[in-house]
């Protein structure tokens, strides 16, 4: 079992940046392929961005590449999505999840196993 927690969420102006984190706890944090995803109102849970458990690949949604950047603490269990240049369409609640069966990184929300409660960005214009 792993438990996730997200913090870093907020109010930032268009332009600003933020930084989210989610620390993991429970069982090895070292092996799960790591994801976070992001939730509006009425639409279902999109993928934004991923990192392999041996940090050697990550992967972003075309909407924020360029703009995040997913990183990952293995000593201190701790996956980071730096996000700059944000825009009024980012917000929404941002979660974190872990994928205990690869090392590699899927994009659906059904295939990670565990999740965050999830930490929400607004972003004014």
């Known amino acids: 079992q792993v438990q996730l927690v997200e913090s870093g969420g907020g109010l930032v102006q268009a332009g600003g940046s933020l930084r989210l984190s989610c620390v993991a706890s429970g069982r090895i944090f070292s092996r799960y392929t790591m994801g976070w995803f992001r939730q509006t109102p009425g639409a279902e849970r999109e993928f934004v961005a991923g990192i392999t458990w041996s940090s050697d690949n990550t992967y972003y949604d075309d909407s924020v590449k360029g703009r995040f950047t997913i990183s990952r603490d293995d000593a201190k269990n701790t996956v980071y999505l730096q996000m700059n240049s944000l825009k009024p369409e980012d917000t929404a609640v941002y979660y974190c999840?872990?994928?205990?069966?690869?090392?590699?990184?899927?994009?659906?929300?059904?295939?990670?196993?565990?999740w965050g409660q999830g930490t929400q960005v607004t972003v004014s214009s």
């Open positions: 999840a872990a994928d205990r069966a690869t090392n590699y990184i899927r994009r659906k929300p059904g295939n990670y196993d565990y």
